[in-house]
């Protein structure tokens, strides 16, 4: 052995303890302010979900109908809409778990290097300090022993900890965005599991005969929902057009079980109809499954709000689609009535039809062909507030009222600019209906019908809601005259639409 080697082998080396024992408080500091500030945004994120996002994903079931009772929502002008606080559950612990790796905070106390340090079996070893900050922040620096600058540990540790917090908060926020994206996917699927317990398949059966004079038979699908169960029926709300020339009716519910059904009322103007099936003719395991759907309140609709459209709106029933609602139309002439048409920018097949939920499950909107919008290509829906009092009365086996006029409402302000009444401004009078053979015609303006006052068309459909085919009532209108406008009375019978 060589004199070097003998001397190499006696070298030692000379390890600071004052600076090992603050390497090792440095770390143990680190690890406990890193674990209170982790476990605080665990603890923050938590709290947050369980507050927001447990509502969500634990919807209330639908319940039973109740008898056949409609009330009608308060008109547009008297509520404001409703906004609903949804938020997700919490996130997964993992996340922060994550976020804590890759921010390169060590899981371990640094026995191991401890260790090393003290054997000397590897040689000179030199001290590993923290990384460089990346954000630079005065520190305070104090000279040692041999008379060189050292760094203040306690402030490089504080600003590893705000790095890490700040990375920790980032990655948590990105990983809540994937998961609010796929908790709404879950949503829309919880939604349509509700839905579709109360969407089922009409078949409308006709019959004709080939070159053979033998008889042949064909069917039409199209989707119904149910929205009342009674004690003797099961009554269904249809598109009138799908049933209209129907010989015979057929109902499959969710459960598969095929039904005979008969359509009880209709009403040609607004393009539903109400099938009934009877409660008697329905198996007892099916009858369980069959869950009314709830009629919700359009007049609360903004643009924007997503909703689920269900029944047939890729043209076959089962399918389903979604979207937003692009636009609203408050008032849309039509006959006795005044509707809300509401425009999904979801995709509708020409021959599709359905209606339109929100995420809660309600049905808002019943879609049709009469409203659509060719120019745009979107689909077109009557608004469902619209029509409550006319599904009530076609429920209940009513015809709905038909008095046969069109027009537009002539407000306080509308009235003043024009010199004229304020009331109902007919613009057409369908021929030969009850308000054509009675004498009312374009231009006049009706205003009341005894002490009821008749001035909005909306006020026009629910009192004619209050009457049946048959009815005779009087309508009092103004007509243009020569000077001034001229009060007039006539008395129509109702007919039925």
Same mark, same amino acid.
């Given at each position: ?150 760094? @203040? ?66 069917? @039409? ?45 209709? @009403? ?230």
């Amino acid at each position: 052995m060589s004199e070097s080697e003998e001397r190499e082998f006696i070298r030692e080396k000379i390890i600071d303890k004052a600076g090992g024992r603050r390497h090792r408080i440095r770390k143990l500091l680190k690890l406990l302010i890193t674990a209170v500030a982790f476990g605080l945004v665990a603890a923050l994120f938590f709290v947050l979900g369980r507050m927001y996002l447990e509502p969500r994903f634990f919807p209330e079931e639908t319940t039973q109908g109740e008898p056949i009772v409609i009330g009608r929502d308060p008109e547009e002008n008297d509520t404001t809409a409703a906004q609903t606080e949804t938020s997700p559950e919490s996130l997964p612990e993992t996340a922060l778990e994550t976020a804590t790796n890759e921010a390169g905070e060590p899981a371990e106390t640094g026995e191991g290097e401890e260790t090393q340090a003290e054997s000397g079996e590897t040689g000179s070893q030199e001290q590993t300090d923290p990384p460089e900050p990346t954000t630079k922040v005065p520190v305070e620096t104090s000279a040692g022993e041999d008379g060189e600058q050292e760094t @203040d540990p306690e402030e490089i540790l504080k600003q590893k900890i705000e790095e890490a917090v700040q990375e920790a908060v980032q990655l948590a926020l990105e990983e809540q965005e994937d998961y609010l994206a796929l908790a709404e996917y879950r949503r829309l699927g919880q939604a349509m599991k509700t839905i579709n317990k109360g969407l089922v398949t009409i078949s409308s059966m006709t019959w004709d005969k080939d070159w053979f004079d033998n008889p042949v038979s064909s069917a @039409d699908q199209s989707a119904g929902a149910v929205i009342y169960l009674t004690d003797a029926e099961v009554l269904i709300l249809a598109d009138y057009a799908s049933v209209a020339e129907a010989e015979a009716l057929n109902v499959t519910f969710s459960g598969g079980k095929l039904v005979e059904a008969r359509l009880k009322k209709a @009403d040609s103007i607004t393009g539903i109809a109400i099938i009934s099936v009877s409660r008697g003719a329905i198996p007892d395991e099916v009858k369980d499954s069959i869950v009314p759907l709830t009629l919700g309140n359009s007049y609360q609709l903004v643009t924007g709000t997503p909703i689920l459209v269900g029944g047939s709106p890729a043209g076959y029933t089962g399918s389903v689609t979604n979207g937003i609602i692009s636009c609203i139309q408050r008032n849309t002439a039509g006959t006795d009535t005044a509707f809300q048409i509401i425009y999904p920018n979801a995709h509708v097949a020409k021959s599709g039809g359905g209606f339109l939920f929100n995420m809660e499950g309600e049905m808002v909107g019943i879609l049709s062909r009469l409203y659509g919008d060719e120019e745009t290509g979107l689909p077109a829906a009557i608004g469902i507030s619209s029509l409550k009092g006319i599904i009530k009365g076609l429920s209940s086996g009513i015809d709905v009222a038909y008095l046969g006029v069109q027009g537009q409402n002539a407000t306080m302000e509308i009235a003043e600019m024009n010199e004229m009444p304020v009331g109902i401004y007919v613009t057409r009078v369908i021929v030969d209906s009850p308000a054509y053979e009675a004498g009312l015609r374009a231009g006049d303006i009706i205003v009341a019908s005894g002490e009821n006052d008749l001035t909005t068309t909306q006020k026009l459909q629910s009192f004619l809601e209050n009457y049946s085919t048959g009815d005779v009532i009087t309508i009092r209108a103004y007509r243009s005259g020569q000077d001034d406008y001229v009060e007039m009375e006539f008395e129509v019978t109702l007919g039925a639409r």
